[in-house]
């Protein structure tokens, strides 16, 4: 099963981009990356997915090596209400749709 | 308004006493998953469905049983609950296929085993 590492924190000033990297150096081919994020207690938010290209949406961009092995998720303009848990997950390949979250990164936005 | 309605939000048994903790979504997805969330170790998967009368078993599944008879509703049985099932439960779903549709989470019910 291709796993992931996210570092364990970051911290991040108010208005300025918060880059959170995250390895899957064993990803396969057709697995997407994903991106989740958790704020207090409340159920996980999707953020964006990717396979092989670079994406943006409303809520962030996402940057994948062109080998794969990592990935970083950009929040271009972090608020204080940006401060969560993101988690960086693959979906496990073969033909089943578990998908495996890890402990994440917690980012801290501060003023 | 589309959602994932979990009830309840909050639960307090004891242990051996058989509970349910009810899951709908009103999204028409054919896929639907339990995760559990204790402290220092993420989220972890119990049991997902890929549709109707399709169950299967996530990362840690002892101690827990399922059902899909209806697309809508996943309920999370646990015909005995012990002390180590105490955590935060979140339900979700989403469309099915092996393509990469979002998860779309309830608000998660808080479980205490006495």
């Known amino acids: 099963d291709a796993k992931t590492t996210q570092p364990p924190s970051m911290d991040c000033a108010e208005g300025r981009a918060a880059n959170l990297p995250c390895n899957h150096s064993t990803i396969s081919g057709n697995e997407y990356v994903y991106w989740y994020r958790q704020i207090h207690s409340q159920g996980p938010q999707y953020i964006i997915h990717?396979?092989?290209n670079n994406e943006t949406n409303e809520m962030a961009s996402l940057i994948i090596t062109e080998d794969r092995k990592s990935s970083t998720l950009i929040l271009p303009h972090a608020t204080l209400r940006d401060t969560a848990v993101y988690y960086c997950i693959v979906r496990v390949p073969y033909n089943t749709d578990k998908l495996i979250f890890g402990t994440g990164t917690r980012l801290q936005v501060f003023p | 308004e589309a959602q994932v309605t979990q009830n309840p939000r909050y639960l307090i048994t004891v242990t051996g006493k058989k509970l349910t903790v009810t899951c709908s979504q009103n999204m028409n997805h054919e896929y639907m998953s339990w995760y559990r969330q204790d402290p220092g170790l993420g989220l972890r998967q119990i049991y997902y469905s890929m549709n109707v009368e399709v169950t299967d078993k996530g990362d840690v599944p002892e101690g827990y049983k399922v059902s899909r008879k209806e697309k809508r509703n996943f309920p999370l049985i646990l015909e005995s609950p012990s002390p180590n099932q105490t955590s935060l439960y979140f339900c979700?779903?989403?469309?099915?296929?092996?393509?990469?549709?979002?998860?779309?989470f309830g608000s998660g019910t808080q479980l205490s085993v006495l």
């Open positions: 979700a779903s989403k469309t099915g296929g092996l393509s990469n549709e979002k998860l779309f």
């Open positions: 990717g396979l092989k």
